[in-house]
């Protein structure tokens, strides 16, 4: 059996600076629809009853057209049994559109984000982008159920945003993109002119990082913003200086979709309403006839798993050097795993290797994230987690290791890093 040394994983703990145009159209080459087709009945089996409820696939698969109508019919179910007290402003919004994709009535849950919403407030004055998508969310359910009332909630988000001078990211800029445009359309007639002015003020903004972000290959920001920074470009009514090619970005994500990049359900929900030329704006405005009586040809050859037949040896080093921290540790560590295992088999391989060694997870709508090592916490409050880093890369993909071989050089320093 081959064995490979792969390079250092190390495991960090520190602290990190936080840091009216024709719109182009596109399509999926008939020759690759069993690809997409493929990666939606990944998705639809994915729906079982004892999986945990997840909002987004029902809204994909509403957007798309449901080929699996009885996980469609389980996940509405579910999604109305479930218990809204704890979610958060994002999840909220992301149940909310869900069953008004099905048709269903959210009933007071749309008050309740209101009253979040009125009493939302950054949770620092640069607060990072990232905490800019949950609000998002927020406002683009609220606009579709009631505009009007919403009109303040956005104009005091619009303006944070404007203010906002923390890295962009291109995920959230494409829910700020799909929260403010809806807003956008709906300006009631009479409007002060100040509502569209700012408005497509931040769109245009927006758009113009988002662009900035369009790699040569096609691909926005990375392979899992992608999906969602196609429905922004497609809607948003400022574009952007530079005319985004969206075929090209469709031709790149096929391409990905070909070498086993979507497997997790949840990417295949965020990239589903974009092959199909579908976006959250249009959640409103679904008829919830069924309308797939024709079965998908799949494709006739497997995706491919990535995985590789032989074991690799990673070398890892937990690495704690976040300030205000007792705990300082710089541990290596080799653990022998398959080829192609995401890191949490890492750490579970590290865990039956040295008992001493622990770590933590917590189930989200992507899967097991890595909430705590050696007794060390992500931290909501402190904004601190967990990240996973090649050098200075962070990883895009919930760390399979797959991803690190992508990354030369081959003497690269993986890491996990608390950030902040
Ligand atoms: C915000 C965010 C985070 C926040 C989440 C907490 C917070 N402060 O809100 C933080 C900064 C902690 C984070 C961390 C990571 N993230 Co992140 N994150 C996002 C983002 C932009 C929005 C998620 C969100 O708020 N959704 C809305 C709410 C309502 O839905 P939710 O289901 O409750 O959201 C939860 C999950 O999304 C979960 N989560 C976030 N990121 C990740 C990553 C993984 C692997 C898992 C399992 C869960 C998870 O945290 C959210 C809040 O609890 C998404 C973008 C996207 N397209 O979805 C990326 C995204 C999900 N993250 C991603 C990645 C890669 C990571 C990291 C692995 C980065 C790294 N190199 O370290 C780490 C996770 C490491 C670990 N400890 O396991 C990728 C996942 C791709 C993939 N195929 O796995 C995405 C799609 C970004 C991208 N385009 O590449 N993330
Ligand atoms: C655009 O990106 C720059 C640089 O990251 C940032 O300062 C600015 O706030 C961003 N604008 C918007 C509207 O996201
Ligand atoms: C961790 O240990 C490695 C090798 O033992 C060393 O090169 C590195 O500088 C150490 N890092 C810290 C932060 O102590
Ligand atoms: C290969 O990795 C698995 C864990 O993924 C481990 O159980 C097994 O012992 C390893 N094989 C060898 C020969 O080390």
Same mark, same amino acid.
């Given at each position: 059996m081959a064995w490979f040394s792969l390079c250092l994983l190390n495991l960090l703990w520190a602290m990190a600076v936080t840091s009216t145009q024709t719109q182009s159209s596109c399509s999926v080459p008939p020759a690759q629809q069993p690809l997409v087709d493929g990666i939606q009945v990944s998705m639809e089996n994915s729906v079982t009853s004892s999986a945990f409820p997840n909002p987004s696939i029902l809204i994909a698969m509403n957007l798309v057209g449901a080929y699996n109508l009885e996980a469609q019919k389980l996940l509405t179910y579910k999604l109305m049994a479930s218990d809204t007290a704890d979610l958060t402003i994002g999840q909220l919004a992301l149940y909310i559109l869900a069953l008004t994709s099905s048709c269903r009535d959210p009933g007071n849950q749309v008050s309740i984000l209101q009253r979040q919403m009125e009493n939302w407030a950054p949770s620092r004055p640069n607060a990072e982008a990232l905490s800019f998508y949950g609000p998002s969310l927020a406002i683009l359910a609220l606009c579709q159920k009631n505009p009007e009332t919403t009109l303040p909630i956005a104009t005091r988000f619009a303006k944070t945003v404007l203010a906002n001078s923390s890295p962009f990211n291109v995920d959230t800029g494409a829910m700020v993109t799909l929260a403010l445009t809806? +807003?956008? $359309? %709906?300006?009631?007639v009479g409007s002060e002119e100040g509502y569209r002015t700012l408005f497509g003020q931040v769109l245009k903004d927006t758009v113009e990082n988002i662009s900035l972000r369009i790699k040569d290959n096609g691909i926005i920001g990375d392979i899992y913003s992608t999906g969602l920074a196609m429905q922004a470009l497609s809607v948003s #009514? %400022? &574009? #952007? $200086?530079?005319?985004? $090619?969206? &075929? %090209? =970005? +469709?031709?790149?994500?096929? $391409?990905?979709? %070909?070498q086993g990049k979507f497997q997790n359900p949840m990417s295949i929900a965020q990239i589903l309403p974009s092959l199909e030329g579908k976006t959250y704006l249009d959640v409103p405005h679904l008829s919830c006839i069924p309308d797939h009586e024709v079965q998908p040809t799949l494709p006739s050859y497997p995706s491919p798993v990535p995985t590789a037949a032989s074991n690799i040896t990673v070398i890892y080093t937990i690495n704690n050097q976040l300030r205000g921290v007792e705990?300082?540790?710089?541990? =290596? =560590?080799?653990?022998?795993?398959?080829g192609g295992s995401v890191l949490l088999v890492v750490l579970e391989e590290a865990k039956r290797k040295n008992p001493m060694f622990k770590f933590e997870t917590t189930m989200t709508s992507w899967g097991l994230m890595v909430s705590s090592i050696n007794d060390i916490a992500e931290n909501v409050n402190h904004k601190t987690y967990w990240q996973f880093l090649s050098g200075v890369t962070p990883l895009i993909e919930g760390g399979r290791i797959e991803e690190m071989w992508a990354?030369?050089?081959s003497k690269a320093t993986y890491f996990f890093?608390?950030?902040n």
């Amino acid at each position: 059996m081959a064995w490979f040394s792969l390079c250092l994983l190390n495991l960090l703990w520190a602290m990190a600076v936080t840091s009216t145009q024709t719109q182009s159209s596109c399509s999926v080459p008939p020759a690759q629809q069993p690809l997409v087709d493929g990666i939606q009945v990944s998705m639809e089996n994915s729906v079982t009853s004892s999986a945990f409820p997840n909002p987004s696939i029902l809204i994909a698969m509403n957007l798309v057209g449901a080929y699996n109508l009885e996980a469609q019919k389980l996940l509405t179910y579910k999604l109305m049994a479930s218990d809204t007290a704890d979610l958060t402003i994002g999840q909220l919004a992301l149940y909310i559109l869900a069953l008004t994709s099905s048709c269903r009535d959210p009933g007071n849950q749309v008050s309740i984000l209101q009253r979040q919403m009125e009493n939302w407030a950054p949770s620092r004055p640069n607060a990072e982008a990232l905490s800019f998508y949950g609000p998002s969310l927020a406002i683009l359910a609220l606009c579709q159920k009631n505009p009007e009332t919403t009109l303040p909630i956005a104009t005091r988000f619009a303006k944070t945003v404007l203010a906002n001078s923390s890295p962009f990211n291109v995920d959230t800029g494409a829910m700020v993109t799909l929260a403010l445009t809806c +807003m956008y $359309n %709906k300006i009631p007639v009479g409007s002060e002119e100040g509502y569209r002015t700012l408005f497509g003020q931040v769109l245009k903004d927006t758009v113009e990082n988002i662009s900035l972000r369009i790699k040569d290959n096609g691909i926005i920001g990375d392979i899992y913003s992608t999906g969602l920074a196609m429905q922004a470009l497609s809607v948003s #009514p %400022k &574009q #952007p $200086n530079k005319e985004w $090619n969206c &075929q %090209k =970005t +469709m031709d790149a994500v096929l $391409n990905e979709i %070909k070498q086993g990049k979507f497997q997790n359900p949840m990417s295949i929900a965020q990239i589903l309403p974009s092959l199909e030329g579908k976006t959250y704006l249009d959640v409103p405005h679904l008829s919830c006839i069924p309308d797939h009586e024709v079965q998908p040809t799949l494709p006739s050859y497997p995706s491919p798993v990535p995985t590789a037949a032989s074991n690799i040896t990673v070398i890892y080093t937990i690495n704690n050097q976040l300030r205000g921290v007792e705990l300082l540790f710089n541990v =290596t =560590t080799e653990v022998s795993v398959r080829g192609g295992s995401v890191l949490l088999v890492v750490l579970e391989e590290a865990k039956r290797k040295n008992p001493m060694f622990k770590f933590e997870t917590t189930m989200t709508s992507w899967g097991l994230m890595v909430s705590s090592i050696n007794d060390i916490a992500e931290n909501v409050n402190h904004k601190t987690y967990w990240q996973f880093l090649s050098g200075v890369t962070p990883l895009i993909e919930g760390g399979r290791i797959e991803e690190m071989w992508a990354f030369p050089p081959s003497k690269a320093t993986y890491f996990f890093s608390l950030f902040n």
